[in-house]
């Protein structure tokens, strides 16, 4: 079991929505306040690329191909991370990754990721 787990991806047509969920087991528990927290993606044969973070302040940050259109929350009494995607187009489709990464980028923690396509 990883110690973050991504849920909600799927199949959606273009201009639909899609929320992803990520959830951070009980081991890292004490750093997910304490750390930023990111959603990353990788389409088929590019590299991975920084969709959204969220600080730990709530300072919130999107790559401009997403802007307007995805939005990053938190529950930090869940433990949960959100990825709220709406305008959904055919190059949104990749494998999304939520991650825990301190400031200084020298601890981080990832999820297995979760394939999300968007296609007629």
């Known amino acids: 079991q990883g110690q973050l787990v991504e849920s909600g991806g799927g199949m959606v047509q273009p201009g639909g929505s899609l929320r992803l969920s990520c959830r951070a087991s009980r081991m890292i528990f004490s750093v997910f306040t304490q750390y930023d927290l990111h959603w990353h993606r990788q389409a088929p044969g590019k590299q991975r690329e920084l969709v959204a973070s969220?600080?730990?302040?709530?300072?919130?940050n999107y790559v401009d191909s997403v802007k307007g259109r995805f939005t990053i929350s938190k529950d930090n009494s869940r433990k949960m991370v959100y990825l709220q995607m709406n305008s959904l187009k055919p190059e949104d489709t990749a494998v999304y990754y939520c991650?825990?990464?301190?400031?200084?980028?020298?601890?981080?923690?990832w999820g297995r990721g979760i394939q999300v396509t968007v296609s007629s």
């Open positions: 969220i600080t730990t302040d709530g300072r919130t």
């Open positions: 991650a825990l990464i301190h400031s200084t980028g020298d601890d981080q923690y």
